[in-house]
Nanobody
Framework: VQLTESGGGVVQAGDSLRLSCAAA????????????MGWYRQAAGKERELVAK????????NYADFARGRFAISRGDARNTRVLQMSNLQPEDTATYYCHADLFIDGGVGYTYSEVWGQGTLVTVSA
């Protein structure tokens, strides 16, 4: 399974930006299911942190405190896609944004869980 992100760029404070992530791979139609999918970010010199993620089965969404009210995660038009709509961006939102997915793998006689990360997309917000 691979995650492909798009939508990063350079914006000014107060602007909006939309990130997209699509999960693809032949295993998704066979024995691998995406159980949750969302976004993390990592600013220079800081640890990676959760931005928002959506649980596939229930539709429940978890947001970081800094994202609540400004960012919205939703399902994309295609299966196994997620869109992160970010508004009122501030310089402190500058970071590389990574798409992340939790996976359930049915091995037939058993199962396991795994995860996959996208390559990251840079968001730069100027003052």
């Amino acid at each position: 399974v691979q995650l492909t992100e798009s939508g990063g760029g350079v914006v000014q404070a107060g602007d909006s930006l939309r990130l997209s992530c699509a999960a693809a791979g032949s295993a998704l139609s066979f024995n691998v299911k995406v159980t949750s999918m969302g976004w993390y970010r990592q600013a220079a010199g800081k640890e990676r942190e959760l931005v928002a993620k959506k649980i596939s089965r229930t539709g429940t969404t978890n947001y970081a405190d800094f994202a609540r009210g400004r960012f919205a995660i939703s399902r994309g038009d295609a299966r196994n896609t997620r869109v992160l709509q970010m508004s009122n961006l501030q310089p402190e939102d500058t970071a590389t944004y990574y798409c992340h997915a939790d996976l359930f793998i049915d091995g037939g006689v058993g199962y396991t869980y795994s995860e996959v990360w996208g390559q990251g997309t840079l968001v730069t917000v100027s003052a």
